[in-house]
């Protein structure tokens, strides 16, 4: 009966909510699969020709091997597999030489059909074996440095599995094992460096992604008393499913009220209560993001449930709020080019220390993954050194999630609570901008009463 009742409620309610909110914010239009799939394609062959032979030869390394085998790819191969491919077929093999300056980077792939871009140099004809195919590409090439993925520090890095590697290294002659070495620092490259055509489509990808999570944390998907926490996740899931986009992870809805027996989000981010009623006076936050286009949004943000007679966020809320956004900047102010993230994390706790913000900062890359590779900025359980990925320092043209907590006591409440937010940013080199803005003050449900 409880769930008819939020049915029946919501869809009294859609036609006047949805426009209020379609006229304030119209939701970009989604791109069907053709025509995604084309786009990817362009992107891709874009950073295959301008980005990869920059980030060879900043790394050293003159030829690149990923071995995968089909629903076992490496992280990095399936960013490199055309739109078509949903996976890797039988074992695929890809090669990437730098023949210098001035000459376009070969592409290549060991396979009877050509891998997109990557032209077929596998002639069952001369060479029945795959590997001897390989053996006598990297013969004729004759590479000063052949990069393997493995990584002790970061796994999307470390893509080449056991059976693989000793594979490989059998077949090599003898003279070219002592050439081959990790290529853990290209892989991140690779993985983190955003395009110019990347940057053209990810500013609207996180607008997709802020209208979503704006549409959540209204009447659209809450009607208090009524709706719990559980159902707004799903809404969130269902939204994404009909707007025919993906989701990274599971998101999460949870509260903060003036109840003491509410849970404490001071003890733990792992223990959060699920199906909590949503009532008047809830400070309700969300964790979400999608996928578009390969790349990824990760966004938290909040919304308060006006109590009867009440217009606005209550004051302490607002400043708590504020606190947050000032840690943002306090964060985003430490970026420059070859800062590792400790460095980083330590240059603003030590800042926000100073301006008396109690807070936490765990913050990191976002670009074909969630959470990516790059140098990582804190993490939730560790606030002061961050070992391997904390170490990495900042290049230009990369994509951070900003995300951090502060700690604040709202008196009338008599209680501390913490002010979680995570927006989507890009470094340029010259300075750090958020793709899509941030949220600047709570939203209230209902919408300006």
């Not at 404490?264 to 223990?271: C, E, G, I, M, N």
Request: charge should be negative; hydrophobic fraction near 40%; aromatic fraction near 10%.
């Amino acid at each position: 009966m409880r769930s008819f009742r939020f049915l029946t409620t919501v869809a009294f309610c859609t036609v006047f909510i949805w426009g209020k909110l379609s006229a304030q914010a119209p939701m970009p239009g989604i791109l069907d699969e053709q025509v995604r799939a084309r786009v990817v394609n362009e992107v891709l062959e874009d950073r295959f020709n301008n980005l990869l032979p920059q980030l060879m030869r900043r790394e050293g390394i003159d030829m690149w091997v990923l071995i995968s085998r089909e629903y076992n790819e490496d992280p990095v191969m399936k960013t490199m597999l055309p739109a078509e491919w949903l996976s890797a077929r039988r074992r695929t093999v890809m090669v990437f030489f730098d023949r210098g300056p001035g000459q376009e980077l070969e592409k290549s792939a060991i396979a009877r059909y050509d891998v997109g871009l990557l032209k077929a140099e596998w002639d069952l004809n001369v060479y029945p074996d795959q590997w001897e195919a390989l053996v006598e590409m990297i013969k004729a090439r004759n590479p000063k440095k052949i990069g393997i993925n493995t990584s002790d520090t970061y796994g999307l890095a470390d893509g080449l599995v056991h059976t693989e590697y000793q594979l490989l290294m059998q077949k090599l002659p003898a003279a070219y094992k002592s050439r081959v070495v990790s290529a853990e620092k290209l892989a991140i490259a690779w993985l983190e460096t955003r395009s110019e055509k990347e940057m053209a489509l990810y500013e609207q990808i996180c607008r997709i992604s802020h209208l979503i999570v704006q549409e959540g944390l209204s009447e659209l998907a809450i009607q208090p008393g009524v709706t719990t926490t559980d159902d707004v996740v799903w809404w969130y899931r269902n939204r994404v499913r009909a707007l025919g986009l993906d989701t990274w992870f599971h998101p999460t809805v949870d509260v903060q009220r003036a109840d003491p027996a509410n849970f404490d989000h001071l003890r733990t981010f792992s223990k959060r209560p699920q199906g909590q009623v949503i009532l008047p006076g809830d400070l309700l936050h969300v964790d979400f993001g999608i996928t578009y286009l390969r790349l990824n949004t990760d966004m938290q943000q909040h919304a308060y449930v006006l109590r009867p007679g009440e217009t606005e966020v209550p004051e302490a809320l607002k400043k708590a709020f504020r606190q947050g956004n000032r840690l943002q900047d306090i964060l985003v102010q430490q970026f420059s080019t070859g800062r590792t993230g400790n460095e980083m994390l330590a240059r603003a706790l030590a800042q926000a220390k100073a301006e008396g913000i109690e807070g936490s900062i765990y913050s990191h890359p976002i670009g074909f993954h969630g959470h990516a590779a790059g140098p990582a900025i804190g993490m939730w359980d560790n606030q002061k050194n961050v070992p391997g990925t904390g170490d990495y320092p900042l290049y230009p043209n990369t994509a951070f999630s900003i995300e951090l907590n502060v700690s604040a006591l709202i008196p009338e409440w008599n209680k501390t609570i913490r002010i979680m937010l995570e927006e989507d940013g890009f470094y340029d080199g010259k300075g750090f901008r958020f793709m899509d803005g941030r949220q600047e003050e709570i939203y209230t449900i209902p919408r300006g009463r």
